[in-house]
């Protein structure tokens, strides 16, 4: 289920019997056709063990389950919209930053603690995402929420990247992520970047970072 971009803004998704779209409740901006829309307690995730798990990991952002057959259009708060195709492979990215996605996606948690350790718990309490991350995985698309534009980067072997924690959106493929200090007597003394930490991606992979370190 495709989505097909409009502007920077909003996304446009073709609804088809038989298929199942979900979205963040309040993002439909408008719609053609016979659409159903219902809340959904457990998000995409299997049974109610995925509702539970969602919740234990602070990752319940409201969504809604969309069917039925016609045109859908989504958008929220203005922010600038990235669709993400998805061929097998994981997705990486923050709960409230899912504007929609394909139903046919497997949607998971990921203890952020288990990459990077003590630092990857750390990375969570700097840029306010909590210690859990989203993950969406198959074959689909998914559209995700940032400030300004976005832009990809990618991540090979041996050339690590690294991104403001605050403008870290998602990221996608075999990737490490750690939280480094980049505390020196600059910073100390008040003549520093003010960039303290900085978030490390090493692997195989690519990460999507966005033009503001302003979070959602």
Same mark, same amino acid.
């Given at each position: 289920?495709?989505?097909?971009?409009?502007?920077?803004?909003?996304?446009?998704?073709?609804? +088809?019997?038989?298929?199942?779209?979900? #979205? =963040?409740? /309040?993002? @439909?901006?408008?719609? %053609? &056709?016979? *659409?159903?829309?219902?809340?959904?307690?457990?998000?995409?995730?299997?049974?109610?063990?995925?509702?539970?798990?969602?919740?234990?990991?602070?990752?319940?952002?409201?969504?809604?389950?969309?069917?039925?057959?016609?045109?859908?259009?989504?958008?929220?708060?203005?922010?600038?919209?990235?669709?993400?195709?998805?061929?097998?492979?994981?997705?990486?990215?923050?709960?409230?930053?899912?504007?929609?996605?394909?139903?046919?996606?497997? +949607?998971?948690?990921?203890?952020?603690? #288990? =990459?990077? /350790?003590? @630092?990857?718990?750390? %990375? &969570?309490? *700097?840029?306010?995402?909590?210690?859990?991350?989203?993950?969406?995985?198959?074959?689909?698309?998914?559209?995700?929420?940032?400030?300004?534009?976005?832009?990809?980067?990618?991540?090979?072997?041996?050339?690590?990247?690294?991104?403001?924690?605050?403008?870290?959106?998602?990221?996608?493929?075999?990737?490490?992520?750690?939280?480094?200090?980049?505390?020196?007597?600059?910073?100390?003394?008040?003549?520093?970047?003010?960039?303290?930490? +900085?978030?490390?991606?090493?692997?195989?992979?690519?990460?999507?970072?966005?033009?503001?370190?302003?979070?959602?």
């Amino acid at each position: 289920m495709p989505f097909n971009v409009l502007n920077s803004r909003m996304v446009e998704a073709q609804v +088809q019997p038989g298929q199942t779209l979900f #979205s =963040q409740r /309040g993002a @439909m901006l408008a719609y %053609r &056709g016979e *659409v159903r829309f219902t809340p959904s307690i457990t998000g995409g995730q299997r049974g109610v063990m995925g509702m539970i798990g969602r919740r234990v990991a602070g990752e319940a952002t409201p969504l809604m389950t969309v069917e039925g057959s016609g045109t859908v259009m989504f958008g929220h708060g203005g922010h600038h919209v990235e669709v993400i195709h998805l061929a097998g492979d994981k997705l990486y990215v923050e709960s409230d930053r899912l504007l929609a996605f394909d139903g046919s996606l497997r +949607q998971g948690t990921m203890f952020m603690g #288990s =990459q990077g /350790g003590v @630092m990857g718990i750390v %990375r &969570g309490q *700097v840029t306010g995402q909590g210690l859990f991350t989203t993950t969406l995985e198959g074959h689909g698309s998914a559209a995700v929420m940032a400030h300004g534009g976005v832009i990809q980067l990618p991540i090979v072997p041996g050339r690590p990247v690294h991104v403001d924690p605050q403008a870290y959106v998602a990221h996608r493929g075999d990737v490490r992520n750690k939280l480094s200090a980049a505390l020196g007597w600059r910073e100390m003394v008040g003549r520093g970047s003010g960039e303290a930490f +900085q978030l490390e991606l090493s692997g195989t992979g690519t990460v999507y970072v966005q033009a503001s370190e302003e979070k959602l």
